[in-house]
């Protein structure tokens, strides 16, 4: 079965945006970001949540078409629809079913793009396997957390460390339930 693997971005207090979606505070380009790019290619399948789908429409994201034109999206949202959405963009319930269903037939690893509602839904019924944190030197102060509603603790392994220019990390955990 397919691992979820949640590849996110996060200043060092822990959020993944800060107030009003500001992502000014994020590294935007260097080797860090270039080495993300690249293992998005590893993944042929994506889910996110609503909110996280339609931050993208600020940078250009048409609703119904695909965020990342090589991987099959699964959105999942209560009321999100579209009218004639693109072959690889779904919208799905938010049950366990239905992630099953995404585990048993994605050929790769899952990519979950967030947010951090989302997020914390999945870590609460154990179905992150891995966390890449895209670790950025600075504090948001608030906005969006990594896990929202979160109400246990979790053990993380770290797997990998690696450091960048800007002072941008890639930290790799595996999720141990």
Same mark, same amino acid.
């Given at each position: *079965?397919?691992?979820?693997?949640?590849?996110?971005?996060?200043?060092?207090?822990?959020?993944?945006? =800060?107030? +009003?979606?500001?992502?000014?505070?994020?590294? @935007?380009?260097?080797?860090?970001?270039? @080495?993300?790019?690249?293992?998005?290619?590893?993944?042929?399948?994506?889910? *996110?949540?609503?909110?996280?789908?339609?931050f993208g429409y600020q940078y250009g994201l048409q609703p119904g078409q695909p965020?990342?034109?090589? *991987?099959? &999206?699964?959105?999942?949202?209560?009321?999100?629809?579209?009218?004639?959405?693109?072959?690889?963009?779904?919208?799905?319930?938010?049950?366990?079913?239905?992630?099953?269903?995404?585990? @048993? &037939?994605?050929?790769?690893?899952?990519?979950?793009?967030?947010?951090?509602?989302?997020?914390?839904?999945?870590?609460? &019924?154990?179905?992150?396997?891995?966390?890449? #944190?895209?670790?950025?030197?600075?504090?948001?102060?608030? =906005?969006?957390? #990594?896990?929202? +509603?979160?109400?246990?603790?979790? @053990?993380? &392994?770290?797997?990998? +460390?690696?450091?960048?220019?800007?002072?941008?990390?890639?930290?790799?955990?595996?999720?141990?339930?």
């Open positions: *079965m397919s691992k979820i693997v949640y590849y996110v971005a996060s200043s060092i207090d822990g959020y993944i945006s =800060g107030l +009003n979606e500001d992502i000014s505070g994020f590294v @935007q380009a260097g080797s860090g970001v270039e @080495q993300y790019l690249n293992d998005l290619s590893s993944f042929e399948t994506v889910i *996110m949540g609503r909110r996280t789908y339609e965020a990342y034109l090589h *991987m099959e &999206h699964y959105i999942f949202s209560k009321s999100l629809t579209f009218d004639n959405p693109h072959p690889k963009v779904q919208t799905k319930a938010l049950r366990i079913e239905e992630i099953d269903e995404i585990r @048993q &037939h994605s050929r790769t690893d899952i990519y979950l793009c967030g947010g951090g509602i989302f997020a914390g839904w999945l870590l609460e &019924h154990q179905q992150i396997d891995v966390i890449k #944190l895209k670790l950025n030197p600075f504090i948001a102060g608030q =906005g969006i957390k #990594l896990f929202e +509603n979160t109400q246990k603790n979790y @053990q993380l &392994h770290l797997l990998q +460390n690696e450091l960048f220019d800007k002072g941008l990390q890639i930290l790799t955990y595996e999720v141990n339930y």
